[in-house]
């Protein structure tokens, strides 16, 4: 069932991403594609991952909405104008890659940070020892 | 250098330039995301979710993806090769005849492997393993949506009388 309901928020924010967002940028311009991303991924957000309809159980890797709105980008320029899957690799791979580093580099960041660190004092001591091991 | 990076723009359909940008973009977005969504969302609750929607994903989309033009009824300038220009970061191929590749990717990708840097190393195997198929089905599920909104321009309804 996790899987279904995975799939139907994936298909849900897809399809709005799609049918709306270029009908906005269209109609208004920068501030409607900013409206866009406030309306939709503001309510797909608050279905998908703070109601929890894409399965992310705590202390497992976190699976992102970002999935869907990408390869409904990609199915959408292909069903509807007819364009080819290959031409949109190259720009896949440089988005893969770059979202990849801020990967790395943002669980460093976290790891380093003051910010970041449990707030509880005695869990703190721990995570500084092992921080410091590391 | 440049021309040995310049030999390959017309098979992979774009420039070392547009390498660059989309990498520099991809790697914004999702380094933002990761740091801020979650801390958004631990001070405000469910409303900082709504606020980093419109902040976060807002703001970098006029950053990566957006298209010339200003206000209401915004004309493209146009490309010399045919379309409109376009002055996001990330690229879209082979001067925009490829299929919309989204920023979605770089976010999704930027937490996945964040998670997976995140856990002790015995274990980030298994929990690799544990993701995908929940990754399959949300990748899926976009497809789904998006062949159905595509199918949209095929279905050649005449409304209003419009010709």
């Known amino acids: 069932m996790k899987f279904v309901s995975t799939a139907i928020g994936g ?30 991924v503001g309510i797909c957000w608050y279905m998908n991952h703070w109601l929890g309809i894409i399965s992310n159980e705590p202390g497992r890797i976190w699976v992102d909405q970002g999935w869907a709105v990408c390869s409904a980008g990609i199915a959408w320029g292909m069903v509807r104008f007819g364009e080819q899957f290959f031409q949109a690799l190259p ?13 790395i580099a943002a669980a460093h960041v976290k790891k380093r940070n003051p910010r970041f660190q449990p707030r509880d004092a005695a869990t703190e001591v721990e995570k500084i020892e092992e921080v410091s091991h590391v | 250098m440049y021309e040995w990076m310049s030999r390959y723009v017309d098979a992979i359909g774009m420039s070392p330039a547009s390498v660059v940008t989309t990498v520099f973009g991809a790697f914004c977005v999702a380094f933002v995301v990761i740091i801020c969504w979650g801390k958004l969302v631990e001070d405000f609750g469910p409303a900082g979710g709504f606020i980093a929607g419109a902040i976060i994903i807002g703001t970098f989309w006029v950053m990566n993806h957006k298209l010339p033009g200003f206000g209401i009824n915004p004309e493209g300038i146009p490309h010399p090769d045919g379309g409109s220009k376009q002055f996001g970061l990330i690229y879209q191929g082979f001067r925009g005849a490829g299929p919309w590749a989204d920023m979605g990717a770089a976010v999704g990708m930027g937490l996945w492997v964040c998670g997976l840097c995140e856990t002790r190393k015995g274990e980030r195997r298994l929990l690799a393993i544990e993701s995908v198929p929940r990754l399959t089905a949300a990748i899926a599920g976009g497809i789904v949506g998006g062949v159905i909104v595509g199918l949209v321009g095929w279905t050649g309804a005449n409304l209003f009388g419009y010709k």
Do not use: H, R
């Open chain 1, 91 to 103: 720009t896949l791979i440089c988005c893969l890659i770059g979202g990849g580093l801020a990967g």
């Open chain 1, 11 to 40: 298909a849900i924010i897809g399809a709005l991403a799609f049918g709306i967002w270029p009908e906005m940028w269209k109609s208004y311009g920068i501030m409607g594609g900013w409206l866009a991303s406030a309306v939709l």
